[in-house]
């Protein structure tokens, strides 16, 4: 079972703003962990139809986006303008 960070935005949160934010976590990331890390352990998706990210933190660099990406939300977006829940999905069958 995966462990999986879904981040649900308001409807006027533009999702441009958060997938610039997401761009500047996965560059912190990719600092701590290198490229060859990121491009084997990093995964993450988007579904803009229900205004979500998804972050698969099933791995250190995983886990480390989820965090770097919360941080940076809370500093870019008013209060209240996101959720994130920690959910865990039993089958592994998205991914991007």
């Known amino acids: 079972m995966a462990t999986l960070y879904q981040y ?17 976590a996965t560059a912190a990331v990719e600092s701590l962990h290198g490229p060859a890390r990121m491009s084997m352990d990093l ?3 988007t579904e803009p ?16 986006l989820a965090a770097i990406f919360t941080g940076l939300l809370r500093h870019v977006l008013p209060k209240r303008r996101f959720s994130v829940q920690r959910i865990t999905n039993p089958r592994d069958g998205r991914r991007g």
Request: hydrophobic share 35%; net charge negative; proline share 0%.
């Open 49 to 64: 139809n229900q205004g979500a990210v998804i972050v698969d933190g099933g791995t250190r660099a995983g886990q480390d």
């Open 43 to 45: 995964r993450y998706w």
């Open 8 to 24: 649900k935005f308001r409807d006027d949160v533009h999702l441009n703003d958060v997938e610039n934010t997401l761009v500047l």
